[in-house]
């Protein structure tokens, strides 16, 4: 910056409007006025030498790197890894297409997706989804539990920056802000576990959606919630219309708490699993008009708690349970002793969940207390004579997870993918079509002990149980401690 010569303070120099000023011609002795930003170096060869604050480059730099903040460069694994104090996690949300979270009043630890008429292969936004649940109230506050009926809809993507570049009517739609709807049935006591049901049309009658909601109580609740559903369209729906009252009770376990219930996907009009703590399995018929029957008799065969209990796809007499013996069991309702036909030790822990694949009915999917899940083949199941028990060897089992799996299903349309969750507070997704001797899939970026099958982990804190949408491809809902995912 060139330096200015002061004026003759004698001398008035008005300037018109535009004009510059002239500079003035004066001595060496005259007064100059001092430049703060005026440069402290006289050649461009000092300051190419000093940098941009007095020190050469190669220093300052060096101290630049002395001083930075150390920066954690490894993968951090949910349930592998600890946070340190004062650090969160947060999602990537590039990485979802879509995610919400909802909270209740009370915690559910179970929930099960309600078919709907909107469509099949649903790929539109904002997605809107109908849901049962049931909640978990503190002690104390045990009449206060109840079942939750809700409809969720507005559930808009994640990709909002290329809604942004769109101004159209469609794109706002797009993005909405969630809603969440919900009825509500009083239960008396916590629900372990609930289950939807859907009655098919028949020719004088309408489509019915049935839930079983097995309770700590010992009983299980039958409810027709079809009204309560109609009523989140139809805003004029006398309330009144909406029938709370069980449409029929299971009072065959006594005061025994049992957390295994499920429908029979092959008997239309609604037949029904229910397990208890005692090693006990009932079925329950439903009949025309509604009305619920309980079989005198129960299975048994599990030398104690009847965790989880799945029908077969296709065989409507057949049916597999789980419990906290280590075992799987396989069962013919035919049976004239109600005694399992094959019994398969899986797990030297407790065998918590089962998912029986309704693309691949060969394949049955097992999780157990100590974090492992394996994928059995039905077709090495093969019973001798005389004994019912086998020993079998899973054709993938993967010990990922750090706590017991409290979650397992397959995807309703896709034979090879797999939603687990478990106590690590960990939700993970599985290809099983990966193959290990792939060089590709071997590639996990340098993280240790990951699986290649493994696709997906989401962090949810006290996560029970997950759900595949099965019209909505992609779309999993899971429930917890901490809500709805």
Same mark, same amino acid.
């Given at each position: ?41 006289? *050649? ?13 480059? !190669? ?50 630890? *179970? ?93 004088? *009658? ?20 079809? =009204? ?11 309330? $009144? ?70 029908? *077969? ?21 035919? =049976? ?11 797990? =030297?822990?407790?065998? $918590? ?43 993938? =089992? ?62 949810? !804190?006290?996560?029970? !149980? ?20």
């Amino acid at each position: 910056m060139s330096k200015r010569t002061a004026e003759d303070p004698d001398e008035d120099h008005g300037l018109k409007s535009g004009a510059r000023p002239q500079s003035a011609n004066l001595d060496g002795d005259a007064m100059q006025f001092e430049d703060e930003f005026e440069d402290e170096f006289d *050649s461009d060869e000092e300051i190419m030498e000093a940098g941009v604050d007095g020190r050469p480059d !190669e220093e300052r730099e060096a101290d630049e790197r002395d001083g930075a903040m150390d920066i954690d460069q490894d993968t951090f694994m949910i349930g592998r890894n600890k946070l340190s104090n004062g650090e969160t996690l947060a999602p990537d949300l590039s990485t979802y297409e879509m995610l919400h979270t909802l909270e209740a009043n009370w915690p559910c630890l *179970s929930l099960d997706i309600i078919p709907d008429d909107l469509g099949d292969q649903r790929k539109s936004y904002p997605a809107t989804l109908y849901a049962v649940a049931g909640t978990q109230a503190a002690r104390g506050k045990e009449r206060e539990n109840q079942l939750l009926v809700m409809k969720l809809s507005g559930l808009s993507r994640m990709d909002r920056e290329r809604a942004e570049d769109s101004d159209d009517d469609d794109s706002d739609e797009e993005n909405s802000d969630p809603i969440l709807e919900t009825k509500t049935i009083s239960t008396g006591s916590c629900t372990n576990r609930v289950r939807v049901h859907q009655v098919p049309a028949t020719g004088g *009658s309408s489509k019915k959606s049935y839930t079983a909601a097995i309770l700590e109580s010992g009983q299980v609740l039958i409810h027709d919630i079809s =009204s309560q559903i109609s009523s989140f369209d139809s805003p004029g729906l006398n309330p $009144n219309s909406q029938p709370t009252q069980p449409l029929g009770t299971v009072r065959a376990h006594g005061k025994v708490e049992g957390y295994a219930v499920d429908w029979s996907p092959t008997v239309p009009e609604g037949k029904l699993l229910t397990g208890d703590v005692n090693g006990r399995i009932f079925i329950t018929t439903i009949g025309e008009g509604g009305q619920a029957s309980t079989a005198k008799d129960p299975f048994t065969s599990h030398q104690g708690t009847v965790e989880e209990l799945q029908w *077969s796809p296709v065989e409507r007499n057949v049916f597999a349970s789980a419990g906290n013996d280590g075992t799987v069991r396989i069962w013919d309702v035919r =049976s004239k002793s109600h005694k399992s036909v094959l019994n398969v030790p899986v797990s =030297s822990t407790d065998v $918590n969940v089962l998912s029986w694949s309704r693309q691949n009915t060969h394949l049955l999917a097992s999780g157990a207390d100590d974090g492992q899940w394996a994928v059995w083949d039905l077709r090495q199941w093969k019973p001798k004579a005389g004994n019912s028990s086998i020993n079998s060897t899973p054709i993938a =089992s993967f010990n990922f997870h750090q706590e017991q799996i409290t979650s397992v299903e397959w995807h309703p349309s896709d034979d090879s993918i797999v939603a687990v969750a478990a106590g690590d507070n960990t939700l993970s997704l599985w290809d099983l079509a990966v193959e290990i001797d792939d060089d590709e899939s071997k590639n996990t970026a340098g993280v240790q002990d990951v699986p290649p099958q493994l696709l997906f982990v989401h962090y949810m !804190e006290q996560v029970k !149980e997950a759900h595949w949408h099965p019209q909505i491809p992609g779309c999993v809902m899971a429930t917890g401690g901490s809500g709805f995912g």
